[in-house]
Nanobody, 124 residues
Framework: QVQLVESGGGLVQAGGSLRLSCVAS????????MGWFRQAPGKEREFVVG????????DYADAVKGRFTISRDNAKNTVYLQMNSLKPEDTAVYYC?????????????????WGQGTQVTVSS
């Protein structure tokens, strides 16, 4: 069992930056691919970015390419999401997810564990 706790959300003006963190419990973090998803009010949860077990492979949604960067530190059981040049349309609850596999996925149904989410609000 893996428990995930996100932090780092908040209110920021358009053009600003935030860094989200997700800390995982347990000793098998490095055996899991990780992903970030987001859900805006009235919309379905959508894929943001995924990263494989080593951090060597990443996959970004087109909407965030060039602005967001995912990274992970397996020694700290933590995955990060650096978000730059934020836009009002990035406003959502951001969820961290873990997949019991070395390779990542853009499908939310492929992930086995989810955090509780952290709110990101970008004002115009």
């Amino acid at each position: 069992q893996v428990q995930l706790v996100e932090s780092g959300g908040g209110l920021v003006q358009a053009g600003g930056s935030l860094r989200l963190s997700c800390v995982a419990s347990g000793r098998t973090f490095s055996m899991h691919a990780m992903g970030w998803f987001r859900q805006a009010p009235g919309k379905e949860r959508e894929f943001v970015v995924g990263i494989n077990w080593s951090g060597g492979t990443t996959d970004y949604a087109d909407a965030v390419k060039g602005r967001f960067t995912i990274s992970r530190d397996n020694a700290k059981n933590t995955v990060y999401l650096q978000m730059n040049s934020l836009k009002p349309e990035d406003t959502a609850v951001y969820y961290c997810a873990a997949k019991r596999s070395y390779s990542g996925s853009y499908r939310s149904t492929d992930y086995d564990y989810w955090g509780q989410g952290t709110q990101v609000t970008v004002s115009s």
